[in-house]
């Protein structure tokens, strides 16, 4: 099903989860692993107590529910996460065909690998967000809706960014009903949010002022969302900032200037898949340019510390990276995104 190299690396980097936690760093580090890991010894011992957010209740329900069979220590939960990512690759690989440069991303991308190792609930949320975008892609769009919904509740931003896709997706889609209205239909959602656009920039600079405030920002360097034009210029500067964010001379930590390395290696790569996509598929490339634009602005006008933005980051990176290779696959049988590579 998949070869012995892919096979020896999946069986290497299950080890990882050892080697985190209280090894190479303490697991307070990353607090939030002891509410799910709390949640889900509870739930493993059929201790139904609700908890106060809704979003740790659900999101332990679903990592309780993988077949796994020990859940003793943090680290323990750390290979529930591990294990997800392995089948999606296996997944991937087998059953959509994803080779060459997007298999190497997700299968030694650190950040993935870090996040997919850890008692949180990161790995989950990218496997619903990358399993819907794919099926979307194969037009089984009622389906890729379900699997999308679980994000409505455990992470309510990246549903609307799933949505977004969707929506942006079928904008693009040649010969769909939805593609020969779109200038009337974009012009309807635009009219039908007029009204409230101001008070959704409103709501938005809340969150982003007490998010700028949580990370030790001062009132004096805040820049606020007052207009329309404030939001489509911070917008316009949020997104290239949060793809690089820390830039080298922000870091101020070793893990933040290897973080910063790594920003600047997924840039250039990025560079190099839309580039080679181009080459076969302009409107495929601009599709997903667009889609990564608007989730990168969407998070770079809220996200302040350095080491959120690498969390909430790398799904989005994989996401895109994969669903061009899968939607090139789709429509040319390219798969490797070289000239001339074909399954």
Known sequence: MIPLWLSFFLGLFAFVPFILNDVLFPASFM???????TKVQQLRSFDLELVTNFKVQVSSWMLAAIPMPYAETIKSLGFFSRFMATVLIIWLYAYKKLRG???LLILFYPSFLLYSSLALRDTLVFMFMIISVILFLENRRMLALLIASPLFIIKFQNFFLVIIFFIVHLFFLKGSLFQRYRYVFLTFVMAALAPSIMIIIELLDYYRRALFFEDGGLLSSYIPIETIGDFIVLASKSAPYFLMKPLPWEADSFLQLIQSLENIAIATFLFFIFFKASQVDKSIAIKWLIYTFISFSVYGLVVFNFGTAVRYKFPFI?????????ELYLRHGKFILNKGDRS
């Not at 994989?318 to 899968?326: N, P, R, S």
């Open 318 to 326: 994989l996401i895109v990276v994969t669903g061009i290779a899968y």
């Open 31 to 37: 607090p939030d692993q002891f509410s799910y890991f």
């Open 101 to 103: 440069w997007p298999l």
